[in-house]
């Protein structure tokens, strides 16, 4: 039966997911980029919720949630939706209906593809940005949904634990990113001319929005106005605080002067990384998972990527992809049964397989995810060609691919 509060709060949680999205990842990525490229990076973020939306409604959903083929995909009794209505699926989400259901998910589709531009930024096509995205979202996130979330799923039926994305949303997307990063080729100037952001303001903001939207994203993964949720709202913000304030410290100690941009950065790392904990860990095992997060993602962003001189120019490998393959591996360390019946407990609770099993998901997901990224790639370039002319990266993406000017100065 349907259950009113339930579906209230998915309503406003998909809500709230979308809102991750569109104005939130435009405005942290838009800040963080030049100039001459904000409408650009802004219009990817716009962009991507138009296209799998629609994606999503004709056989994305299908092929994410629908009846199991093989462990590996969902079959096509979805296609358009056909079946999908106000009738609750008892598979999935028995007290809200099941369109809300699909909904809900349908937002979580859309950001993923769209971290992955920040590695990217400022030099891909807008039409090769395009192919790409459609072709990863139906070749990549729609088969990892299944493995993970789907009923059926290969992943799912042998033990792996993400409750609300870190293997389906931020290792997908973020180790992907890095295949981005290392396929495109640098930017022209790259660690020889400053690259600043060129608008904080517009970051911070859409770090607040992203915060704020988060708690859709994780306690309505719960799918009922429940405990579960009340927990996963509260750890989901411990955790960001610990996280943005360890990054600050960091900082402090390092460089003698902590930046909002870090604490910024670091509360992102923070919400990404106990993402796929959230629904199963205590507010005191997410301080220490926010902690790890900045810890680990601050390495990754500062030491490793200098190390290797790859441009994953906004960080989304360094944040999301380091930051979900951790908080998957924490639930292996911090997941209680006694916080949520429908989990596990991990090995600091007694059940080291646990941490097992959910390092074999997260390498299994990496390794599909990099490889299909990796030929969705090489073929675009063969075909349409990945980057933008010399000329153009000068002269900006949101002039050459648009036709238009962020900031208009007037006489």
Known sequence: MINSGDTAWILVSTALVMLMTIPGLALFYGGLVRRKNVLATMMQS????????????????????????????????WLGLKGVSIIPNADYAPTIPHILFMAYQMMFAVITPGLITGAFA?????????????????????????????TGGWLKTHGVLDFAGGIVV?????????????????????????????????????????????FGFNAGSALAANGIAATTFVVTNTAAAAAGLTWMLIEWKITGKPTILGGATGAVAGLATITPASGFVSPLSAILIGIAASSICYTAVAIIKLKFAY???????????????????????????????????????????LFITQALGVIAVIAYSVGLTLIILKVLDATIGLRVTDEEEVVGLDITQHEESAYTLLD
């Not at 799998?52 to 299908?62: D, K, R």
């Not at 459609?134 to 990892?144: D, G």
């Open 46 to 77: 716009f962009f991507v919720l138009c296209l799998i939306s629609i994606q999503w409604v004709l056989f994305g959903y299908t092929l994410s949630f629908g009846p199991d083929k093989g462990h590996i995909i969902g079959n096509l009794a």
């Open 122 to 150: 400022e030099r891909m096509k807008f039409s090769s940005y395009v192919a790409f995205t459609l072709l990863w979202a139906t070749l990549v996130y729609n088969p990892v949904c299944h493995w993970v979330w789907g």
């Open 170 to 214: 931020h290792v997908t997307s973020g180790f992907s990113a890095l295949a981005c990063a290392l396929i495109m080729g640098k930017r022209r100037g790259y660690g020889r001319e400053p690259m600043p952001p060129h608008n904080l303001p517009l970051t911070i903001i859409g770090a607040g929005l992203l915060w704020f939207g988060w």
């Open 311 to 353: 441009d994953d120019s906004l960080d989304a490998f360094g944040v999301h992809g380091i930051g979900g393959a951790v908080g998957t591996l924490s639930v292996g360390l911090f997941a209680q049964k006694l916080i949520n019946p429908s989990g596990n407990d991990g090995l600091f609770f007694g059940n080291a397989s």
